[in-house]
C-alpha cells in the first residue's frame, strides 16, 4: 500500500505542476520545462523581411557535388538595391497561392479547405476575452501557411549559385518576370512560368498546380546563354521564423522546426535551438529524401529528384529566421544548351497517404514517437471505420468501444481486483484501528488477509499498465491527425482539434472520474483518499482546453469503465450470496 500511495503522491504533484505550467504558458510566459526562452524577433520587423526576401544567407553555399568540390560562391546584392517585385495571384481549388516576382518565390499559402480556428459561441469566446484575447481580424476564414510579414515570415526559394568570382546566376533575390499573361490552364492543370536573366545564364521556373492536390511540380529550366560551360547548382530553401503558428496553445506541445528525411537516417526532426546553438544533427549528404518544415497539422516540403546527390544545410539567419535547404549540381551545360531539373514541393497538411504518395518517408512528418509502432495502424484502423460512419466524432467513440472490447479480459481481471478490495475495505479500516501505528503489525496482517481472500493488491494496476502504451498511442493518433481539424460531431461540436466551446465533454468527464473513484475501494489513508477525490478536479482542469475529440475519447472511455465495473461488481456479489446460501 506504500507503493501505492507514493505512485499517487508523484501522479498529484506532477499534475499540478503541469497544470501551472501550462497556465503560465497560456498567459505568455516561459515554459518551465523549456530549454531556451521563447524565440524573440531581436531585429527589426522591416529588417526581418528583408533578411527572409533578399538575405545574406546564399553565401557559402556548397556546390553539392562531391564532398572535396570547391565552395561556390554567390553574388548577393544589397537589399537595399533590390528593387521591389511585384505579387501574383495563382488560385486553385485547394490553394490560393501568392507569388512574388522578386527571386519568383511562393510567399503566401492560403489553404481554402481549411479555416481558420476561433470560435465564436459558447463559454470559450468569453473566458479568453477576460485574458485579454482578441480574435484576430480574419477570424474565420482560410488558414494561411505561408506568409512573408514581418514577425510571421515563412516562405518557400529557389535560386542558383556556383558562378565565377564577379558574377551571379538568377537566385531568390533576382528580379523575375512572369512569362506571358500569367497563369495558364493546361490538361486540367495550372501552370504559372517566371523567367530572369543573369549574367548569360537564364532560367525558367514554372510551378504546375493539379486542381485539388498539394503538390507542386516545380520545373527549373537552366539556359547557357554564354559561351563557355557552366556548372551550377540548384536550391531548393524553406525560410521562416520560429514563432508559433496560429491557434497553439500550451496545454499540449507538438514539434514546429526543420525536418530532414533520408533512407539512411530516416525522419530528423532539428529544433531551432539547436540549430542556433550549432548543435543540429542531420544527414549532410545524400541522393534521396526530402527537407521541410514541419508544424502541427500541417508542413512544408522539398523534394528533390531522387537518385541525384545533394547537400542539406540548416542554419540561421539574420533577422531571427531560420533557412532548411537543398542543394545539388544541376551539372555541366554547354553553351547554347539547357538542362531542365524537376522537383516536388508540398504546402499543405499533413496528410499521410497524399503526402506519401509524393515521396518515400513524407508521411513521416505526422510523428508518433516511441508508439509509432501501434499508432499507424491504429490510425489506419480509423481511416476505415471512417469510410463506414463519414464521422471523426463517432469514429472516435467507435474505436474507443473496440479498443475497450479487446481488452475486457485485462480489465475484468482488474475490476474483480478492485472490486475485491472494496468488499473487504471494512476489515482493513478494522486493521488500522486494531494496530494503530505499528504498520509492521498493519501490513502482515493484511498481507495476511490477502491471502485468505485470494485477492492480488497489485492485481488492479498491472493490467491497466499493460494497455497504457495503446491509449497513448490513441492519444497521440488524435491530437495529430489533421482529419479531426474543422470535423464536427454533434451539436454543439463542431470542431473536434480545438476545445468545447460549452465546457460539456469536460465537465462529463470530471463527473464520470468523480463516479470511477466512488466504485473503486475508499483507501484506508484519510490523505490518500483525499487526494484521489481531488484528482478528477486536477485532470478535468486540464481537458478543458484539449481539443474535444481527446475529451470525446476520454468520456467514452470512462463511460465504458464504468459499466463494465458495475457489471463485474454485480456477479461478484451474485458469487458471494450464492457462496453464502450454500
Known amino acids: 500500500m506504500d507503493i501505492r500511495r507514493t505512485i499517487l503522491w508523484m501522479i ?44 545574406a544567407g546564399t553565401e557559402g553555399i556548397p556546390s553539392a557535388g562531391a564532398q572535396s568540390a570547391p565552395t561556390a560562391q554567390a553574388k548577393v546584392p544589397n537589399p537595399e538595391a533590390v528593387p521591389q517585385g511585384q505579387q501574383v495571384h495563382v488560385k486553385t481549388g485547394v490553394y490560393d497561392l501568392t507569388f512574388d516576382t522578386m527571386g519568383a518565390q511562393l510567399v503566401r499559402a492560403d ?7 476561433e470560435a465564436t459561441t459558447g463559454i470559450l469566446p468569453w473566458f479568453k476575452g477576460l485574458m485579454g484575447h ?70 525558367v521556373k514554372t510551378f504546375i498546380l493539379s486542381k485539388d492536390g498539394y503538390d507542386i511540380h516545380v520545373r527549373n529550366d537552366i539556359y547557357n546563354l554564354g559561351t563557355q560551360p557552366i556548372d551550377p547548382s540548384l536550391y531548393l530553401q524553406l525560410t521562416r521564423d520560429s514563432h508559433e ?29 539547436e540549430i542556433t546553438k550549432g548543435k543540429a544533427s542531420y544527414i549532410q549528404q545524400a541522393d534521396n529524401g526530402w527537407i521541410g518544415m514541419v ?86 484502423f480509423m481511416i476505415w471505420l471512417h469510410s463506414l460512419v463519414g464521422n471523426w466524432g463517432w469514429t472516435i467513440v467507435l474505436l474507443t468501444l473496440i479498443i475497450k472490447l479487446i481488452f475486457y479480459p485485462l480489465s475484468a481481471a482488474s475490476y474483480r481486483s478492485m472490486a475485491k478490495m472494496k468488499l473487504v475495505a471494512p476489515r482493513m479500516k478494522h486493521l488500522k484501528e486494531k494496530f494503530g501505528d505499528d504498520k509492521a503489525k498493519m501490513n502482515a496482517a493484511m498481507m495476511e488477509m490477502y491471502r485468505t481472500e485470494k485477492i492480488n493488491p497489485l492485481g ?32 454543439w461540436i463542431h470542431d473536434l482539434s480545438v476545445s468545447d466551446p460549452w465546457f460539456i465533454l469536460p465537465a462529463f468527464m470530471m463527473l464520470t472520474m468523480f463516479l470511477q473513484i466512488k466504485l473503486n475501494p475508499t483507501p484506508p489513508d484519510p ?31 470512462n463511460t465504458v469503465s464504468i459499466i463494465q465495473q458495475r457489471v463485474i461488481m454485480r456477479r461478484l456479489d451474485h458469487e458471494k450470496a450464492a457462496s453464502a446460501s450454500s
Not at 514541393?345 to 506519401?356: K, N
Open 527 to 557: 490523505t490518500q483518499a483525499k487526494i484521489m477525490m481531488i484528482m478528477p478536479l486536477v485532470f478535468g482542469g486540464m481537458m478543458f482546453l484539449f481539443p474535444a475529440g481527446l475529451v470525446l475519447y476520454w468520456c467514452v472511455n
Open 12 to 55: 498529484f504533484s506532477f499534475s499540478l505542476l503541469l497544470l501551472w505550467n501550462n497556465w503560465q504558458v497560456y498567459r505568455g510566459e516561459p515554459s518551465l520545462f523549456s530549454l531556451t526562452p521563447p524565440a524573440t524577433q531581436t531585429a527589426k520587423p522591416d529588417a526581418a523581411k528583408s533578411a527572409a526576401t533578399h538575405p
Open 245 to 273: 503558428p496560429p491557434n497553439t496553445t500550451g496545454y499540449y506541445t507538438t514539434f514546429t522546426g526543420p525536418a530532414v528525411y533520408s533512407e539512411q537516417d530516416k525522419f530528423q526532426k532539428i529544433k531551432f535551438e
Open 295 to 380: 508544424q502541427h497539422y500541417f508542413a512544408s516540403a522539398w523534394v528533390p529528384k531522387q537518385g541525384v546527390v545533394r547537400t542539406n544545410q540548416a542554419l540561421a539567419l539574420p533577422g531571427g529566421l531560420f533557412a532548411i535547404r537543398s542543394i545539388e549540381s544541376v551539372g555541366t551545360i554547354a553553351p547554347g544548351a539547357h538542362k531542365t531539373v524537376d522537383s516536388q514541393l508540398w504546402v499543405g497538411p499533413q496528410d499521410q497517404r497524399a503526402m506519401g504518395a509524393v515521396a518515400p518517408g513524407l508521411g513521416l512528418v505526422v510523428d508518433y514517437g516511441w508508439v509509432t509502432i501501434i499508432a499507424k495502424p491504429m490510425f489506419k
Open 111 to 117: 489553404l481554402l479547405a481549411y479555416k481558420n480556428q
Open 134 to 203: 482578441k480574435p484576430p481580424k480574419d477570424a474565420g476564414g482560410p488558414m494561411y501557411l505561408l506568409n512573408d510579414q514581418p514577425g510571421d515570415m515563412y516562405v518557400a526559394q529557389t535560386g542558383l549559385v556556383g558562378a565565377p568570382q564577379g558574377s551571379s546566376y538568377p537566385t531568390h533575390l533576382t528580379p523575375f518576370t512572369v512569362v506571358g499573361s500569367g497563369p495558364v490552364v493546361k490538361d486540367g492543370k495550372t501552370e504559372i512560368a517566371f523567367e530572369a536573366t543573369s549574367d548569360q545564364v537564364r532560367v
Open 460 to 491: 488492479g494496476c498491472l493490467p491497466m499498465v499493460v494497455q497504457v502504451p495503446v491509449f497513448i498511442a490513441l492519444y497521440w493518433v488524435l491530437l495529430g491527425s489533421v482529419e479531426m481539424r474543422g470535423a464536427p460531431w454533434i451539436m
